[in-house]
């Protein structure tokens, strides 16, 4: 059994109906009734394609095909879970590409094209978004020991139910999926989320890096007070602080270079948020990122400055806790190499890349060799509804994962 | 049947224990558990005191002392509600010094000590604060018309609970509550929030005017995009857009002389809230406030040349929608002069003072001759656990209300 790439694309807008939202796009948080529909059809899909289906602990979603019994993994994924109102293509697209590269690879290998030396299997990992649960990335996090299983599970939504609430209301676990130790190779293939190929015109791009990032929890403490009575001087207003540090830290970016530092602050909380008392405490993100570990450490030491600054001026309390933070973290030379073979053997265009974004290739990476490859973007626009990738780049990504693939199971070096 | 100051004092510490927090305080929003539990215990206490209870159809809580069967009433008031972790004095302590100065004044009408030519009530207007159940004054708002009975018993929570759910879960409606045909006066007493009587160190306060207010709801529409790979200046993030809206109304109050303009923003929602997903819309409250209707007008406008720049700079939409706005709005002067010679009566310093916040006064001094009273806030602490006034000063309120009651039940003037 193979795949066409009609039937790719045909497969692709079936998919996008789970959780599908007027504007083009889908809404389907992790352990959600759209996400588990989502892994449902999955499911189906791959009893379909004979692959078979393990999910573990963490709720990551496997589609087996054994080729060499008892040896190692090559194992293709991304995620199936969205951001709220999200693209139909971020993650979801990578999951399916994996899943027509598997059963093609599979296919050719039975078919005696090349020896496998490794067993092939996609992978759907749970929560990468981290929109609905904390951290992203959760699924992958637990799969290579960066996130305790007990922790991913009790993690709560704001609503209080729990990721282990959550997957006991889709597909149970089974104690027969892969595990870390078990896997030789990974790649994954990913919409670019930017614009750097559609600006250069090249049909697909090879990661080789990632930017550097700092994130912080930011919490402003103040104090309550009525809103219309309180004298000006005698507020400690929580909202005017935050909004004093989310101006701080986007105007950071404006001291460099264009396109050297990336900073958001997209998620805030706000107590009591009452029409007629002031904020006591706002709690926000705060995200720091860039292509060159020097900007990124000037921004660090500047955003303390300009929070210092916020804190005089509101009054307040700003503590600054710092999350998580990495370098520019390369992807395996090795990888990169063979994934510009496979794109020159199938004569497409390509360019070496950093991502911006992270996936659960960062996680995987850092154990396994690993090629992580990207597809043109329309516009750069993602986590939106109107995220779109063509279809001629869409199947041209699944060819491309299918001859990386090709290329692991046979056993290709990927070690630097 | 009267009352002592010290048994005041006693049903005071009584009723702050309904929905007390660690920190002294109160949080009994409208219709919650808590604000039922406080009802309960004052409909058992007008019992107690002789005082016939009746509810009208928007939650208001009577307590009826009939001297003159067929007059009409004297009301005195003010509500049990309170904003989350709120202080224990906002409304409450109206609520209990106007029926102390119910009974008292009804026993001193028996007594032979004057001829009463109305009936007196006691009233708890449901839902001032208006945390849990937009508009605030919802209560006093549908009494006087100026909310249909509909719209409020319709009105939502975040969750999605009516107004007329969370009514349901406490005492019925009777239908023998008065009307707003029914009311010939009304007086209010309530701690300042402010700090003008104990800088002053004046004893009693009486409300001549209320400041100027414009109230608006803001809503800023940017464009959901990922937080890490969008470029800065391809985004349109509505939560930068707020947070420049946020400064800029409190930075407008720089512009004025200290004390002519307060403004605030308390309340924030965020769309969609996700940590890796810049906000394609927020949506705030915006007050402005000013004791001179001058500088309010100058203010408004200013505010409007500083939504467009930061509607520029954020390349956001922002729009602005006023809900409210009201002038200089007067008391009557025979209702102020008539506090006054009460003060004067009992010998208590007292002084002409404005009112910031909005009162359910404010909504009964349109149809009825009205008095409003201040007894002084420690530190004008409000909204704020730490809300605080003296048991001395809160006594004193207690047996100024009591005169004016006697005043305005036996007919004394108070048309201008």
Redesign the interface.
Known sequence: MSTSNTGFLADFTVMSSFGATPGGGVDRQAGTPEDHATRSWFSTWLAGHRLREAVDAAGNQFGLAELVPGAPWVLLGSHLDS????GRYDGAYGVLAAAHAVVRAAAAAEAGEFTPVFNLAVVNWFNE???RF?P?MMGSGVFTGKLPLETALATQDLAGATVAEALAAGSPASDSAPWLGSIARYAEIHI????ILEEQNIQVGLVDRT?A?AKYLVTVDG????????????RR?A??G???V??AA?EL?EEFE??Q????????Q?L?????????QTVM?L?L?SPDESVLARAMDLLGKRIAEAEARSRTEVSLALTHQWGLNPYSPAGVRLGRAAAEALGFSHMDIM????HDSTNLKDHVPTVMLFVPSVD??????AEFTRDEDAVRGVELLTEVTRRLVRGDAVED
């Open positions: 951001q709220p109102l999200a978004e981290g929109s904390t992203s670019e989320q930017g614009k930017w990032a104090d309550q007070s009525h809103t219309g009575s309180t004298r000006m001087p005698d207003d909202l005017y935050a909004a004093l989310i101006a986007r970016t264009p396109g530092l990336h900073s958001s602050v997209s998620q805030l706000v009591p948020n009452s029409p007629v008392t002031i904020a006591r993100n995200d990122r991502t911006v974004a992270g750069g626009i993602s986590h939106n509804e």
